[in-house]
């Protein structure tokens, strides 16, 4: 495996990510309401092997070991979510302060560690009470939001700067909403640009909201961004493969940084025309601090007979999830995003991959293909970074094995590998891969910073 030999910026943020339904457990607990994803989990069929949350890493009792383990990754930031309904269980009215409180206690331990705490408001799990009067599809929901996002920055405020809004609502949008695969299982394209729209206004009211609670606060957003390549030169599939860019990361970047949904995606112009109110995409578009990009993998798309058509390149090494390895994906969505929309720093929120990792008789969890996997996309990184792009910071997917929605506990992304039975923690190889590059990082070797050795792609 080749390492770049580049050196990144001594601030830049290394750190790892987690979202409070894949890793709490408590579902009962301290006055924490239901969620979408507990009812959903909860229903025959929906979730694999039956799985749910309900106690996945027990990160709510076991924070303080979880905290130690980033201590001795050396971590810089360590990216989590809050559970909405832990802190407003009906979605609104009564706010819960034991659920609060816990937010707290672990915004003190991370900092007691010098570690930096990057919340996200909202990583999917919406009060099962809002579901049942319309969720996301109803304009309600936004305006919940943005109480719920008041109450917390007003808690945390004093001890966290940086603030992520929502986490990639084109999932939550169209898996949730119009292909019924996650929470909270609803199969319609007009509830599915119903809930983008509403999502992103919510994020706009909510930019203000937290900069007039917390004056320094730097506020973004997550998508799940994954460059489209066309499967061949032909025109045909060069606006195939436009369409999919756009469906997939337009129809979020354009509203949030210029304004406008996308014009050529017509029929979904025909969808959110009639939800557009007046200055709805002017809150939409207020300036934000960073971007949060996620990406995994990349498209390679055709046109088929009925539209696009992903196609895979037959020598592609993929992941237990399916998803192809594809480091020079990365690379060429942070240089885009930059070019095409100029964000004032982009921050790396999620990358990694699941792997059938096992725990051998001595101990260990072997997992050369994750170290592989992260090292090619931090060199893609740093030639972006390189080349002037302003990312500030790349945080794995995941601490740890957890609850990976539809999929439950069957697939496995953690640099800590978690034994469900016992709920024991152990460390993967890649665990201690990225400590190292993690403390190379810190201690420079004394080399003149140039150019991004060759890249391993
Ligand atoms: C992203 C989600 C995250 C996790 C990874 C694998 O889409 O944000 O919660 O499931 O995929």
Not at 44 to 63: L, S
Not at 75 to 83: K, P
Request: charged share 20%.
């Amino acid at each position: 495996m080749s390492e770049s030999t580049f050196t990144f910026p001594a601030d830049f943020v290394w750190g790892a990510a987690t979202a409070a339904y894949q890793i709490e457990g408590a579902t009962h607990e301290d006055g924490r309401g239901e969620s979408v994803w507990d009812r959903f989990s909860a229903t025959p069929g929906k979730v694999r092997n039956g799985d749910t949350g309900e106690i996945a890493c027990d990160f709510y009792h076991r924070y303080p070991q979880d905290v130690a383990l980033m201590d001795q990754l050396g971590l810089d930031a360590f990216r989590f979510s809050i559970a909405w309904p832990r802190v407003y269980p009906e979605g609104t009215g009564a706010v819960n302060q034991a659920g609060l409180d816990f937010y707290d206690r672990l915004v003190d331990a991370l900092l007691a560690r010098g570690i930096e705490p990057f919340p996200t408001l909202f990583h999917w799990d919406t009060p099962q009470a809002l579901e049942d009067v319309g969720g996301w599809t109803a304009r309600a929901t936004a305006e919940a939001f943005v109480t719920y996002a008041e109450t917390v920055v007003s808690r945390l405020g004093d001890r966290v700067t940086h603030w992520t809004t929502h986490n990639e609502p084109w999932v939550i949008a169209w898996i949730g909403h119009a292909w019924g695969e996650h929470a909270p299982g609803r199969t319609s394209e007009a509830e599915a640009v119903a809930t983008g729209h509403h999502q992103l206004l919510s994020h706009g009211w909510a930019v203000d909201v937290i900069r007039r609670a917390v004056p320094h606060a730097r506020v973004g957003i997550t998508l799940n961004l994954s460059q489209a390549y066309p499967a061949s030169a032909s025109p045909e599939d060069e606006a195939a493969a436009w369409q999919v860019d756009g469906e997939g990361n337009r129809w979020f970047l354009d509203p949030l940084f210029r304004g406008t949904y996308p014009a050529d995606l017509l029929e979904r112009n025909e969808l959110v025309a009639p939800l557009v109110q007046d200055g709805d995409l002017e809150t939409i578009a207020a300036p934000i601090d960073f971007l949060g990009v996620n990406n995994y993998f990349r498209f390679v798309v055709t046109d088929g007979s009925e539209g696009p058509r992903m196609v895979r390149d037959p020598e592609a090494q993929i992941t237990d999830m399916g998803w192809e390895v594809y480091p020079d994906g990365l690379y060429r969505v942070l240089t885009r995003v930059s070019a095409d929309y100029a964000p004032p720093a982009i921050y790396v929120t999620e990358n990694g991959a699941a792997f059938g990792d096992v725990r051998r008789h001595d101990g260990r969890v072997r997992d050369p293909e994750r170290q592989a996997y992260l090292a090619s996309h931090v060199d893609s990184v740093a030639q972006a970074v390189s080349e002037g792009v302003p990312v500030k910071g790349y945080f794995v997917w995941s601490l740890l094995d957890n609850f990976e929605w539809a999929f439950g506990y069957s697939k496995r992304f953690g640099l800590v590998y978690i034994d469900y039975p016992t709920l024991e923690r152990v460390p993967k190889d890649s665990f201690y891969w990225y400590r190292d590059f993690v403390a190379r990082q810190k201690a420079p070797a004394p080399s003149p910073a140039g150019p991004v050795a060759a890249r391993s792609t």
